[in-house]
């Protein structure tokens, strides 16, 4: 019975995130050009306006049944709708297994709802990157409510938060004996880390902005990723945050180094996608690969066994 439960709880996600992704291909298409993602209701094809049916909207299936084209003119859908509501199955997902992994054990309430904040901000990062990547904005009706969100879930679902040792530590310096209820020490060290590592996103962001139009006389980053770095150390706090910054760095020169060489302008690659995906990773893999950048390789580097 209970791993009747488990397969209804992944299956719940996989289904959701495939819905959720529907609403993101919405919100790609209609934010960028300053339009409701609720008015009009019904989806629409953008060649010939058409409204499109409720059974030729239905997340991945539809796509395949209609050989990737519009019923009425029979224009091409392009495979990003496709992309995205997989995508989005995916991430939901990979929250729901990493804040409930298989066992007999059925998952309980605030795994659940972990789980679901995980898969929110996962949908912010896959909407944020398609738009930061098609128009080079990334826009503030998703960051900023991110920002509080993130510092709101902390408090609510402190294990959010999943490094807050560093924000122990500092607790346990100021406040010293004189600390408040287990229960709202918990909290407060969570939101104290979401805030730090809001603040931390957006300093580093601003830190490389100021440094990068010094040394190559132009933007080097946008406002727009200030606030989205911020948003994401909202999620994951300040360590979290800046090795996700990190990551993003690497990927990001990666990919821009072979168009660097051929000649082409490497600040007009957006770099929003390459921070949503350091951000997806400390999410899921945070503690492993915390482990690996500050402990693991430094020891290896020392020659330490």
Aim: aromatic share 14%; glycine share 8%.
């Amino acid at each position: 019975m209970e791993k009747l439960v488990s397969v209804v709880y992944y299956a719940f996600f996989i289904s959701v995130g495939a819905a959720m992704g529907s609403f993101a291909n919405v919100a790609i298409y209609r934010l960028p050009r300053n339009m409701s993602v609720n008015n009009p209701t019904r989806s629409f094809c953008p060649f010939c306006g058409n409204k499109i049916l409720w059974f030729d909207n239905i997340p991945l299936v539809s796509y395949i049944l209609l050989r990737a084209k519009c019923r009425f003119c029979k224009a091409p859908i392009s495979f990003r709708y496709f992309l995205v509501e997989a995508l989005s199955s995916f991430c939901f997902l990979i929250c729901a297994y990493h804040f409930h992994p298989p066992g007999n054990k059925p998952p309980d309430m605030t795994s659940f709802f972990l789980a679901l904040s995980a898969s929110a901000f996962s949908l912010a990062l896959i909407i944020c990157s398609f738009i930061d990547a098609a128009h080079k904005i990334i826009p503030d009706v998703i960051d900023i409510p991110g920002i509080f969100a993130g510092v709101g879930l902390s408090f609510l679902l402190p294990n959010l938060q999943q490094d807050t040792e560093p924000v122990k530590a500092l607790f346990r310096l100021i406040f010293a004996e004189n600390r408040f209820s287990p229960w709202l020490d918990t909290r407060l060290i969570a939101l104290s880390s979401s805030i730090i590592g809001a603040a931390t996103g957006a300093v580093v962001i601003l830190i490389v902005a100021i440094l990068g139009k010094k040394i190559f006389k132009r933007e080097a980053m946008g406002f727009g990723d200030v606030k989205y770095l911020a948003m994401i150390g909202a999620f994951l706090g300040f360590k979290f945050v800046l090795i996700a910054f990190v990551i993003a760095c690497l990927v990001g020169t990666v990919v821009g180094l072979p168009i660097l060489i051929s000649g082409k302008k490497y600040h007009e690659i957006p770099f929003g996608p390459f921070l949503s995906l350091g951000g997806f990773v400390m999410l899921i893999w945070g503690g492993k690969v915390a482990y690996f950048v500050l402990e693991l390789y430094p020891r290896w580097v020392m020659g330490e066994s």
